[in-house]
């Protein structure tokens, strides 16, 4: 989420506290307390803690810390910035992964929680269920669908993927969908011209996958078709994550690109070695820890 977004709403919510449980002038603010009530880690507190010192909610405190130093200030409503429902949207993929949200929620939990409308909140979760990581449940409430949240998970399923995607295309059965793959062909291109600096992570792993399904959807075996799909609403989440450094994705993108390329010739044999090269160099891209910035 935009840091500023989050810090404009937690001020806000601060600023709620000190008003509603009339806290005095002078009263110190533990940051630790604050973290459990918003339900969010210490460092955005504190950066909603500076914004309010700034604008003398809140001061410094002898020894560190904050305390209130115009209860009346935070009487005062306050212009918040709203996030976008892509903000959210990430948001919510994140709390999911980092295990915050429970495995069943309300629309009115997440409505207070997100602090959303309820058109967005409903433009979100449709967005979510058609995504497949979450289903309504029978009379209230919706529930979260498993997804991969282990690193271990995650690396297996790449190694799955190394089986099943160079196989699909030697399938005796593997008939080329030449429009489809004309059209993934194009996008990857799109994202070799510039897209590729500019795009979300869930666009490119939307662009991303839809060629690799495409693939193996030639190969009219339904179950190497069903078994990718799955495995693709299973790490849909984690590879917002992991997704490439957009230097390296650059290079994914030309072999996706030379791949096509191969199977249009009806070059399967080396398509199928380029599939399982690639499905290992990116695999191995992303399960690699990432250097510190």
């Known amino acids: 989420m935009n840091q500023t977004v989050l810090t404009h709403q937690l001020a806000a919510r601060i600023t709620d506290i000190i008003r509603t449980a009339n806290v005095p002038k002078g009263m110190r603010l533990v940051e630790r307390k604050l973290a459990e009530q918003l339900r969010v880690s210490r460092s955005p507190v504190r950066n909603a803690l500076r914004l309010l010192e700034a604008e003398g909610?809140?001061?410094?405190?002898?020894?560190?810390?904050?305390?209130?130093?115009?209860?009346?200030?935070?009487?005062?409503?306050?212009?918040?910035?709203?996030?976008?429902?892509?903000?959210?949207?990430?948001?919510?993929?994140?709390?999911?992964?980092?295990?915050?949200?429970?495995?069943?929620?309300?629309?009115?939990?997440?409505?207070?929680?997100?602090?959303?409308?309820?058109?967005?909140?409903?433009?979100?979760?449709?967005?979510?269920?058609?995504?497949?990581?979450?289903?309504?449940?029978?009379?209230?409430?919706?529930?979260?669908?498993?997804?991969?949240?282990?690193?271990?998970?995650?690396?297996?399923?790449?190694?799955?993927?190394?089986?099943?995607?160079?196989?699909?295309?030697?399938?005796?059965?593997?008939?080329?969908?030449?429009?489809?793959?004309?059209?993934?062909?194009?996008?990857?291109?799109?994202?070799?011209?510039?897209?590729?600096?500019?795009?979300?992570?869930?666009?490119?792993?939307?662009l991303n996958s839809r060629l690799h399904e495409a693939i193996v959807t030639c190969s009219r075996n339904t179950f190497f078709i069903d078994a990718l799909k799955r495995v693709d609403t299973l790490r849909r989440l984690i590879e917002y994550k992991q997704s490439l450094d957009r230097k390296n994705a650059v290079v994914r993108c030309r072999e996706h690109v030379v791949l096509v390329d191969l199977l249009l010739a009806n070059n399967r044999e080396e398509a199928s070695a380029l599939m399982r090269r690639h499905l290992d160099s990116v695999g191995r891209e992303k399960v690699l820890p990432k250097p510190d910035r």
């Not at 009487?75 to 992964?97: F, H, V």
Request: hydrophobic share 40%; aromatic share 8%; glycine share 8%.
């Open 57 to 206: 909610v809140v001061g410094g405190a002898d020894g560190g810390g904050y305390v209130v130093l115009d209860p009346q200030l935070a009487s005062e409503p306050r212009a918040t910035p709203t996030p976008s429902d892509e903000e959210t949207y990430y948001r919510i993929a994140r709390d999911r992964l980092d295990g915050t949200l429970p495995e069943r929620v309300t629309e009115n939990a997440l409505v207070r929680r997100y602090r959303l409308t309820r058109v967005q909140l409903t433009k979100i979760l449709r967005r979510i269920a058609g995504e497949g990581w979450i289903a309504r449940l029978p009379g209230h409430g919706w529930e979260f669908l498993p997804v991969l949240t282990s690193m271990q998970a995650y690396e297996d399923s790449y190694r799955f993927r190394q089986t099943i995607e160079p196989a699909a295309i030697l399938e005796p059965g593997f008939v080329l969908d030449r429009d489809a793959l004309v059209a993934c062909r194009a996008e990857q291109q799109r994202l070799l011209d510039g897209d590729i600096w500019t795009v979300s992570n869930a666009t490119l792993f939307d």
